[in-house]
């Protein structure tokens, strides 16, 4: 099936593109097995342009020349790649964190909870309704956190006088923004229950306004139901559906400890005695199919069989004995991969730009990788600073605020050259501080240059962008 509306792409209603027809594959908690990934490479050897793409939900995107056939998607759900439940599928990927289960700070592991939740969702049709922009989250205070991806609904892992529970958070803001916590408690056996009692009153709420108003051209979003009811009427009306009562009872300052986005590039020991994860830099999110079969091969041969997509669009392997950590690694290079932190890619997020993106005023993707060679020949980065190139103010590629953001702005002569809006870390809008109305794109590598020198050399004393750390500690946890 193949649509031309502005939706989110998935398997069964894939979008056009200038560049093919766009298919998301869905994989929960972003987790992909070394026989998914074979079954995958064989269509995208067959049907597509040789890419594969993580998305920003730790999903895939192929661009296939015509759009995928009946047989095509069946296999697929035979490899689960594609949800039983075709009308699900479409909804937002369930996130948690990539390194979920295999975490050493981690509270509890929330894989389990990922994969009760879609199958809740796969034999619940009647959720069929919702906007496909409804977003599930698990944090399982890990490490790598996911608290502040924006989602609708997101269940993060705490620790309240020696026992493990999951602090309800909910998108109260605006679009792009991170939930915020309620401070109330749910205990991990009532997790599933709590969270499809508030699916079941928005899956309501939706009916009834779809019943209300025949023109509606879309299902209302969840932020929508929050806005119109209250947050406190929503409750009243999942504790009547739970018949029980949902209370916050946490102080809304606990610490949240030491956690970070970019620290899973590279080698890191797991919880798992004796086993390591790498964590392999896909530079913006893009990766062939070769590489995506070796690393798939690897996952086989040398760890746990499956790979790992992040949110940052990056990758693991996970289970790596001590010993073959070498062997992996320089087969990973081998395949024109690194794992560096310090390589510039490891952190520069891109929308697709005017390539993939009718609304896209650059072309996010080419000037993107101009940057990176350009601060990979000149400047040795110490820490990772996250670049977000946007091909306009929608923000697609990332919602959080980035140490540098440049958004690309409609020009009055389309002859003229190709021009962004510079932002740097925290400010008044979501893309931070603006330094420049308008700067030409053929000037950005050096201007990004001279920045990250800036930032590494002012980072230690001031913290001259401020920006994610500060974001992270308002967090409640
Ligand atoms: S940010 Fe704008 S240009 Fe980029 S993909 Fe989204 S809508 Fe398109």
Redesign the pocket.
């Known amino acids: 099936m193949q649509s031309t509306t502005a939706i989110c792409p998935s398997l069964f209603n894939a979008t056009t593109a200038q560049d093919g027809i766009l298919s998301r594959i869905r994989l929960p908690a972003g987790m992909i097995t070394s026989t998914q990934c074979e079954a995958l490479v064989q269509v995208v050897n067959q049907f597509g342009n040789g890419e594969i793409q993580i998305t920003n939900r730790a999903n895939l995107q192929i661009r296939t020349s015509q759009a995928l056939s009946l047989e095509i998607l069946q296999d697929f759900q035979d490899y689960a790649l594609a949800s039983s439940n075709a009308k699900i599928d479409g909804l937002r990927n369930i996130m948690a964190s990539p390194t979920a289960g295999i975490d050493i700070q981690a509270k509890i592991n929330t894989i389990p909870f990922v994969k009760q939740w879609n199958l809740y969702l796969v034999n619940h049709s009647e959720l069929e309704i919702l906007s496909n922009k409804f977003s599930v989250c698990f944090d399982g205070g890990e490490t790598i956190s996911v608290c502040d991806r924006p989602n609708d609904i997101c269940f993060a892992a705490v620790e309240v006088n020696g026992k493990i529970y999951f602090n309800l958070h909910l998108g109260l803001g605006d679009r792009g923004e991170s939930p915020s916590a309620l401070g109330i408690l749910i205990s991990p056996n009532q997790v599933i229950e709590v969270l499809g009692a508030l699916a079941e009153i928005y899956r309501d709420y939706t009916e009834q306004k779809l019943n209300q108003n025949h023109s509606l051209t879309r299902p209302p979003r969840f932020r929508e139901l929050l806005k119109d009811l209250g947050v406190e009427r929503y409750l009243e009306l999942v504790e009547d559906k739970l018949g029980y009562s949902l209370s916050p009872s946490l102080p809304s300052t606990l610490p949240l400890g030491a956690r970070s986005s970019y620290t899973h590039i590279g080698i890191h020991a797991q919880r798992q005695s004796g086993l390591f994860y790498i964590g392999v830099v896909i530079p913006l999110g893009r990766i062939t199919h070769r590489q995506l079969q070796g690393l798939g091969d690897l996952a086989k041969q040398y760890g746990g069989g499956a790979l790992r997509l992040t949110p940052w669009q990056n990758m693991l392997i996970t289970d790596i004995a001590e010993a073959n950590i070498e062997l992996v690694t320089q087969e990973l290079n081998d395949l024109g991969l690194s794992i560096s932190v310090n390589n510039p890619y490891s952190a520069i997020a891109a ?4 390539k ?6 650059t072309d ?1 993707q080419g000037d993107a990788k101009k940057v990176a060679t350009y601060l990979e020949n000149c400047i040795k980065l110490d820490y990772p600073i996250n670049i977000h190139f ?8 990332q919602h959080h605020p980035s140490d540098i953001a440049l958004v ?1 702005i409609q020009r009055q002569d389309p002859n003229s050259p190709e021009v962004y809006r510079v932002y740097v870390g925290d400010g008044d809008t979501n893309f931070g501080r603006e330094i420049y109305a308008e700067y030409a794109a053929k000037d950005l590598p050096a201007l990004i240059v001279q920045l990250s020198q800036v930032y590494q050399n002012q980072r230690s004393e001031s913290n001259l962008f401020k920006n994610n750390k500060a974001k992270n500690d308002k967090i409640q946890r």
Not at 351 to 354: E, R
Request: hydrophobic content about 20%; overall charge positive.
């Open positions: 929308c697709s730009g005017y993939g993106c009718k609304a896209a005023f996010t946007s091909g306009c103010d929608k923000s697609c590629a690309g």
